[in-house]
C-alpha cells in the first residue's frame, strides 16, 4: 500500500498529498474487507459449493494423463467427488466438519485411483476457513485431522504423486492455515478496536450529556441566587416605601431608588448568565462576583435594613475562581434568608482564610427561620449542592436564644 510522491517544491503540500493517497488506499481495502464481511455467508458458500462440485465433475470426467492411468468414472467416483465439494454448501456454519469431510473424501478418492488433482485445491479453502472462523480448539482439531489425511494419502499412495509432492502440499496447507488464522487475529483486533472507538464515542457523549446537565444546573442555582437575593432586598424596600410615603416622602425616595439600584444591578447579573447561553465570547459581560464584591453585597444589605459586619480571619490569599464564585453565592443565600425570614436583625459574616481550605459563618440575631424556608427549602439545598461540588460541608441551623448559622468549608488545592 504505497503512495506515489511527485516532484513538489512544497513539502508540506508532499506530505499532504502522501497522506490523503495512503488514507484513500487504506479506506479502499477497508471497504473491500467490510464488503465482504456484509455478504451474505451462505450466498458464498452456495458460489463456492457450486463452482466446486461443476470443477470437481470436469476435473473426474475429463482428466488425461499419458503418463498415468486412472480408473474410469463410475458411480464410486462421482459420489466421491461430490462428497468432496457439496460440504463447502456449509463452509462458513461448519469449517471443522468440511475439512473432516472433504479431507476423507479426498484420500479415499485418491486411492481409489481416481483423477483427484483439482478436488486437492479444495482443501486450501476448507483450511483457510478453519484458521480464519475458529476458536483455538477447533483449530487444533482440525490441523490434527489435516496432518492424518497427509499420512493416510502417503501410505494409501496417490497415482501420480510422490511423498515429497504430499509433503510440499502440506506445507502449502500449513501456510494458507497460518494466513487464514492472522487474518481472524486482525478482525478480532480491528473488532476491538471498534468496539472500543463505540465506547469511547458513549462516553464521550453522555460525559458531553453531563456537562451540559451540569451546567443547566450551575446557570439554575447563578438565576436562582441572583433573582432571590434581588427581589428579597426590593420587596423589603417596596414594603419601607410604601410605608412611610405619606409621612416620609425622603425616606421612601431612598427606598424607590435602592428598589432602581437592585433592579439594574440584577438585570446585568441575569443578562450575563444568559449571554454565556448565547454568545461565543464572554468577555463582553461582567466577571462572576467572588469575595472581593462583599462590600457591594454588604451595602444592598444595609440600605435594605440588614446591617452586616464582615470579619476576615486568618492571611487573605487568592482562591480558585469557583471557590471565589461559591463562597459569594453562599454569603449572599444566607443574608438573603435572613432579609426574608429573620425580621429584624444584625448579620455577621466571618471569612476563614486557611492553608487549603475556606471557611464561612454567617449568623444572625433574628427569629430564626420560619416555616417558609427550612432546612429543605431551595435556598439551603442549593448552597448543599456548591458545597458538595468541592467535597465541602455545610450546616445550617437555628442558634440557641435566637437567630441562625450557616457554617460552610470549601477545601481546595492538593489535599481536596
Not at 163 to 189: D, H, M, P
Not at 309 to 330: C, E, F, N, Q, S
Request: hydrophobic share 45%; aromatic share 6%.
Amino acid at each position: 500500500m504505497y503512495a506515489l510522491l511527485g516532484r513538489a517544491t512544497d513539502v508540506r503540500t508532499a506530505v499532504d498529498r502522501y497522506v490523503e493517497e495512503v488514507e484513500s488506499s487504506e479506506n479502499l481495502a477497508a471497504r473491500i474487507a467490510r464488503w465482504f464481511r456484509e455478504l451474505n455467508p451462505w450466498l458464498l458458500d452456495a458460489v463456492i459449493g457450486t463452482v466446486f462440485t461443476v470443477v470437481g465433475l470436469i476435473g473426474l470426467f475429463a482428466a488425461s494423463d499419458p503418463r498415468h492411468v486412472y480408473e474410469s468414472p463410475d458411480a464410486l467416483g462421482v459420489a466421491l467427488a461430490l462428497a468432496c465439494s457439496l460440504p463447502f454448501f456449509v463452509r462458513r456454519r461448519f469449517p471443522v466438519a468440511v475439512l473432516f469431510a472433504s479431507t476423507a473424501a479426498l484420500v479415499a478418492l485418491a486411492g481409489a485411483g481416481y483423477p483427484s488433482s483439482l478436488q486437492s485445491q479444495f482443501l486450501f479453502v476448507a483450511v483457510y476457513t478453519v484458521g480464519s472462523h475458529c476458536d483455538s480448539r477447533k483449530r487444533l482439531l482440525g490441523i490434527v485431522w489435516l496432518i492424518v489425511g497427509l499420512i493416510g494419502a502417503a501410505v494409501i499412495g496417490m497415482r501420480g504423486t510422490t511423498t515429497a509432492q504430499i509433503a510440499t502440499a502440506g506445507a502449502s496447507y500449513f501456510a494458507v492455515y497460518f494466513l487464514g488464522t492472522t487474518i481472524q487475529n486482525r478482525r478480532l483486533y480491528m473488532q476491538q478496536l471498534e468496539e472500543r472507538t463505540a465506547l469511547l464515542e458513549r462516553e464521550r457523549d453522555e460525559e458531553a450529556k453531563r456537562a451540559v446537565a451540569d451546567e443547566r444546573l450551575r446557570i439554575a442555582q447563578e438565576l436562582h441566587d441572583v433573582v432571590a437575593h434581588s427581589m428579597g432586598v426590593i420587596a423589603v424596600q417596596a414594603g419601607v416605601g410604601a410605608h412611610v410615603i405619606d409621612d416620609d416622602p425622603a425616606e421612601a425616595k431612598k427606598s424607590l431608588e435602592s428598589i432602581a439600584t437592585t433592579s439594574r444591578s440584577t438585570l446585568t447579573e441575569i443578562r450575563r448568565l444568559l449571554g454565556v447561553l448565547r454568545a461565543d465570547d464572554p468577555a463582553a459581560y461582567q466577571p462572576a462576583p467572588g469575595l472581593a464584591d462583599l462590600d457591594r453585597l454588604v451595602a444592598d444589605m444595609d440600605s435594605a435594613g440588614v446591617p452586616v459586619a464582615v470579619k476576615v480571619a486568618g492571611t487573605r490569599h487568592d482562591v480558585p475562581p469557583g471557590v471565589d464564585l461559591t463562597a459569594y453565592r453562599i454569603v449572599q443565600e444566607a443574608l438573603t434568608n435572613v432579609l426574608k425570614h429573620a425580621g429584624p436583625a444584625h448579620a455577621s459574616v466571618v471569612v476563614g482564610y486557611e492553608p487549603s481550605a475556606l471557611r464561612l459563618e454567617i449568623t444572625d440575631d433574628g427569629r430564626g427561620v420560619n416555616g417558609r424556608a427550612t432546612a429543605g427549602g431551595h435556598g439551603i439545598v442549593g448552597m448543599r449542592e456548591r458545597v458538595g461540588v468541592y467535597g465541602g460541608s455545610l450546616e445550617a441551623g437555628p442558634v440557641a436564644g435566637g437567630g441562625f448559622r450557616v457554617v460552610a468549608e470549601l477545601p481546595y488545592g492538593d489535599e481536596t
